[in-house]
């Protein structure tokens, strides 16, 4: 069983969540669950998490082998309000996917990923963070191209000594609209709700958001996203509420059929009704990533 959240081990909670809110544009998201789009495609991306629900995309072949790793510049790395420390931390990512339509507008999806994130001063804040999911996706017909999603994740967060600090349970429901402007650009807005069940309790909380998106694919090998995303936490012990936003801006250019490299850059702050959960982080970088589609 999880032990108590405390001193590092909060921080790791609290940066893994946040990165896995936010989109990175490289090939695995620590979130993991890609989002099936419609033909109408502007851009091919296999990406897993909250960055997919920003795109059409080609449609993905049923199977997808994904992985990256990149290295990353944290103004805030255990995410407190005074006393900031600024670190560079390294992601690696891989993730195996497996999509099956079921019929014209419904498709399914099975995922597995794992992360591993390594601070270069703060060792005390590394982490590995292991998950397994399954979602679909209803695509109704002459109902204004909008796409529903519901999805489950269970995610296991391990301390840099391999043991235990988060077991989380994932219910996600959603919907997003894409707004395409010709054949290179589009606009995505959505709704996310999400319920959980966490060990330790004192991480568990319920979530409710909104997203918003531009996607430019400048040239066929190069594409620029601008995405913002707010959402209010629930935390189900000490009356716990927090507003959290995320704005994030990346470039990625694809080198090969294969692979791409990309940069990243956002901003998140988190206030919250307890004070010492406020907090303000930038942080920026860059990474190579492959997807090989089956």
């Not at 990256?68 to 600024?86: C, E, G, M």
């Not at 913002?228 to 801006?249: E, K």
Request: a negative charge; glycine letters at 8%; charged letters at 20%.
């Amino acid at each position: 069983m999880a032990t108590e959240t405390t001193g590092p081990t909060l921080a790791e909670i609290e940066q893994a969540r946040l990165f896995q809110n936010t989109p990175t544009a490289s090939s695995v998201n620590a979130d993991g669950t890609a989002l099936p789009d419609a033909d109408t495609e502007v851009s091919s991306d296999d990406s897993f998490g909250t960055q997919v629900i920003l795109k059409k995309r080609e449609r993905v072949r049923t199977l997808a082998l994904s992985g990256d790793t990149s290295v990353f510049y944290t103004d805030n790395a255990a995410l407190t309000r005074h006393d900031k420390i600024d670190d560079v931390f390294f992601v690696t990512n891989a993730g195996l996917s497996w999509t099956p339509r079921i019929n014209s507008h419904l498709e399914a999806q099975i995922a597995a990923r794992g992360s591993i994130f390594r601070y270069t001063s703060t060792s005390s804040l590394d982490f590995e963070n292991l998950g397994v999911g399954a979602a679909l996706f209803w695509n109704p017909e002459h109902f204004c191209d909008v796409l529903f999603f519901a999805r489950y994740d269970f995610i296991e967060l391990l301390d840099r000594h391999s043991e235990e600090i988060l077991r989380d349970h994932e219910f996600t429901v959603g919907a997003q609209k894409i707004f395409a402007v010709g054949k290179s650009q589009a606009f995505t807005l959505g709704v996310t709700g999400m319920g959980g069940i966490a060990d330790p309790s004192s991480a568990q909380r319920q979530t409710a958001g909104i997203f918003a998106g531009y996607h430019w694919q400048i040239t066929h090998q190069l594409e620029a996203e601008l995405f913002y995303r707010f959402s209010a936490y629930f935390y189900d012990r000490a009356d716990r509420m927090d507003c959290n936003h995320i704005v994030s801006g990346s470039v990625r250019c694809r080198v090969s059929r294969h692979a791409d490299l990309n940069v990243f850059v956002s901003f998140g702050g988190n206030r919250s009704d307890t004070s010492g959960f406020d907090y303000n982080v930038v942080t920026a970088g860059g990474g190579v990533g492959f997807t090989v589609r089956f």
